[in-house]
T-cell receptor, first 112, second 118 residues
C-alpha cells in the first residue's frame, strides 16, 4: 500500500525567501503526482500535475520535480509571499488505484 | 459549471440519522471521486465513478456508506445511521477521465461538505 510522507509538517519563513517542500512515496510505480494547496476551511486547489514520464512542471513561481526512482517529489516556491500561506499537499496515483493517496501536508506560513 | 460544487456546505445531524451529500462535477468531466478529510486520518479516498459506474467500492468505510451517480453527472454520497466517527469534511473531485494523456488525469476539488454528527 502506498504511503506518502511530507516533510516538514510545518514551516515558517520570512517573505521573499525561496523554499522547498518535500514529498516522498514508497511505491515508485505511480501514474502521476499532483500538488495542491488548501486554505483554511476551503477545498483543494490544484497547483501542478506531473506525469510519471515527466521530471518537472512549472507554473509561475512554482516548480515541481519528480524522481520516481528515489520516490521523491519537491515543490519549489520562489520569492515567497504572504498569500502563499496555506497547507500544501502532495498526492500520488499508483497503478491499479482509482484515487489519489495523500500526504498529511506541510503547513506553510510566510511572515510579512 | 465553472467548478465542482457541493451541497450542503455544512451539515449537523444527530447520531443515527441518515444524511445525503451532493456533488456536481465540472461539466464534461466523466470521472468523479469522493474523499474524506478528518483530523486524525488526513485525506482518504472513498470511491471513484467513471460515468455512472463505480468499479470498486472497497474504499467505503462501512456498509452504512453508499454512493451513486446518475446521468454521468451529479453524485450523491449517503451515510445511513450516522455515527460520531463519521464527522469529517467530505470532498468531491472530478477529472476529464482516466486516460494516459496528461490533461485527463488532473483532479479538481469542490469546497467540501463539513459533516458534524452530535
Amino acid at each position: 500500500k502506498q504511503e506518502v510522507t511530507q516533510i516538514p509538517a510545518a514551516l515558517s519563513v520570512p517573505e521573499g525567501e525561496n523554499l522547498v517542500l518535500n514529498c516522498s512515496f514508497t511505491d515508485s510505480a505511480i501514474y502521476n503526482l499532483q500538488w495542491f494547496r488548501q486554505d483554511p476551511g476551503k477545498g483543494l486547489t490544484s497547483l501542478l500535475l506531473i506525469q510519471s514520464s515527466q521530471r518537472e512542471q512549472t507554473s509561475g513561481r512554482l516548480n515541481a520535480s519528480l524522481d520516481k526512482s528515489s520516490g521523491r517529489s519537491t515543490l519549489y516556491i520562489a520569492a515567497s509571499q504572504p498569500g502563499d500561506s496555506a497547507t500544501y499537499l502532495c498526492a500520488s496515483r499508483e497503478g491499479g488505484a482509482d484515487g489519489l493517496t495523500f500526504g498529511k501536508g506541510t503547513h506553510l506560513i510566510i511572515q510579512p | 459549471g465553472a467548478g465542482v460544487s457541493q451541497s450542503p456546505s455544512n451539515k449537523v445531524t444527530e447520531k443515527g440519522k441518515d444524511v445525503e451529500l451532493r456533488c456536481d462535477p465540472i461539466s464534461g468531466h466523466t470521472a468523479l471521486y469522493w474523499y474524506r478529510q478528518s483530523l486524525g486520518q488526513g485525506l482518504e479516498f472513498l470511491i471513484y465513478f467513471q460515468g455512472n459506474s463505480a468499479p470498486d467500492k472497497s474504499g467505503l468505510p462501512s456498509d452504512r456508506f453508499s454512493a451513486e451517480r446518475t446521468g454521468g453527472s451529479v453524485s450523491t454520497l449517503t451515510i445511513q445511521r450516522t455515527q460520531q466517527e463519521d464527522s469529517a469534511v467530505y470532498l468531491c473531485a472530478s477529472s476529464l477521465g482516466w486516460l494516459s494523456s496528461r490533461s485527463y488525469n488532473e483532479q479538481f476539488f469542490g469546497p467540501g461538505t463539513r459533516l458534524t454528527v452530535l
